[in-house]
């Protein structure tokens, strides 16, 4: 996998996320995508996604204004946050992204569930690093995969979670693998129109 030159996948911490747990996704996007990361703060909060009936924060709004905050040699961004998400028709969610669009978030609220840190505290950013590839795996058009060890399936509890791994599987690297040529192709039209 290869990167057009000044393309990358931006990391967004929104709140009081430590840099313990930005660091091992910013090591783990290049080597799930091909693309450099770096990390910049585009939401001062998401206060404005905040339901008071449900004390969770809906995280669709969320992406349209992370989507749009996004900088221009962004390929993708992904918001990492610490506070609880919800999507309506879910009691709660890890992380919810545009499938093939720019966006996509991470809560790491309840991927702490039944851990008593720092005993655990490789176990709690394992559970990160997987779901944050997950999430960015919608945003390159991948879908849920049935196959309960690779990274793209969807998880009910924090249990499948740690029962799959960290990596896609044959099918879904493919798929990813396709999606990647596609994009690059597209990144380098791009550049040959910006630069005749």
Same mark, same amino acid.
């Given at each position: 996998?290869?990167?057009?030159?000044?393309?990358?996948?931006?990391?967004?911490?929104?709140?009081?996320?430590?840099?313990?747990?930005?660091?091992?996704?910013?090591? &783990?996007? /290049? %080597? !799930?995508?091909?693309?450099? #990361?770096? @990390?910049?703060?585009? $939401?001062?909060?998401?206060?404005?996604?905040?339901?008071?009936?449900?004390?969770?924060?809906?995280?669709?709004?969320?992406?349209?204004?992370?989507?749009?905050? &996004?900088? /221009? %040699? !962004?390929?993708?961004?992904? #918001?990492? @946050?610490?506070?609880? $998400?919800?999507?309506?028709?879910?009691?709660?969610?890890?992380?919810?992204?545009?499938?093939?669009?720019?966006?996509?978030?991470?809560?790491?609220?309840?991927?702490?569930?039944?851990?008593?840190?720092?005993?655990?505290?490789?176990?709690?950013?394992?559970?990160?690093?997987?779901?944050?590839?997950?999430?960015?795996?919608?945003?390159?058009?991948?879908?849920?995969?049935?196959?309960?060890?690779?990274?793209?399936?969807?998880?009910?509890?924090?249990?499948?979670?740690?029962?799959?791994?960290?990596?896609?599987?044959?099918?879904?690297?493919?798929?990813?693998?396709?999606?990647?040529?596609?994009?690059?192709?597209?990144?380098?039209?791009?550049?040959?129109?910006?630069?005749?």
């Amino acid at each position: 996998m290869s990167s057009s030159e000044g393309q990358s996948i931006i990391l967004s911490p929104v709140g009081k996320v430590q840099r313990e747990i930005l660091d091992p996704i910013l090591r &783990a996007i /290049p %080597q !799930a995508f091909g693309f450099c #990361a770096r @990390t910049i703060a585009l $939401l001062d909060g998401v206060d404005f996604a905040f339901d008071r009936t449900r004390v969770q924060y809906h995280s669709t709004p969320i992406l349209k204004k992370l989507a749009m905050a &996004a900088p /221009p %040699q !962004a390929l993708k961004v992904i #918001a990492v @946050t610490e506070v609880d $998400l919800f999507i309506p028709i879910l009691t709660y969610v890890y992380g919810e992204a545009q499938l093939g669009g720019k966006a996509c978030i991470l809560s790491t609220h309840r991927l702490r569930d039944a851990l008593s840190p720092p005993k655990n505290q490789n176990i709690y950013l394992e559970r990160v690093v997987k779901e944050a590839i997950h999430e960015l795996g919608h945003t390159f058009n991948l879908r849920h995969c049935q196959d309960p060890v690779c990274i793209m399936h969807y998880c009910h509890s924090i249990k499948d979670v740690d029962r799959k791994n960290d990596q896609f599987c044959r099918y879904c690297k493919v798929l990813l693998q396709d999606e990647l040529n596609r994009l690059e192709a597209g990144l380098q039209s791009q550049s040959q129109l910006d630069h005749p």
